[in-house]
């Protein structure tokens, strides 16, 4: 019986040694899924503030040192050699 005893404890204690590592092992699994989730959510943080730049460079006008309209998209503005930057109608007659 006494053997019995020793038999069932040393079990039980070997189940418990594998359920921590399996909980240490979750542990670390769970460790590294946030590290992971943190990636992503900063990942997805810097393609947000990409694409808002992108839009707001796209929104962003300025004005045509030639013709003096004031709303031609900044991206639409081409700079000439005297630094002054011109509409594209402006450009094309420039350049004829
Ligand atoms: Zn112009």
Redesign the pocket.
């Known amino acids: 019986m006494r053997v019995e005893a020793e038999q069932r404890a040393e079990v039980e204690d070997e189940a418990r040694e594998q359920a921590e590592s399996k909980a240490r092992e979750e542990a670390t699994l769970r460790e590294k899924a946030e590290q992971r989730a943190d990636s992503e959510t900063q990942a997805r943080v810097e393609a947000e503030a990409r694409l808002n730049e992108a839009l707001e460079s796209m929104e962003r006008t300025g004005t ?6 004031k709303d ?1 998209p900044e991206n639409d503005l081409a700079k000439i050699d005297s630094g002054q930057r ?6 094309k007659m420039l350049r004829g």
């Open positions: 045509c040192e030639c013709c003096g309209r031609i011109l509409c594209p109608d402006c450009i």
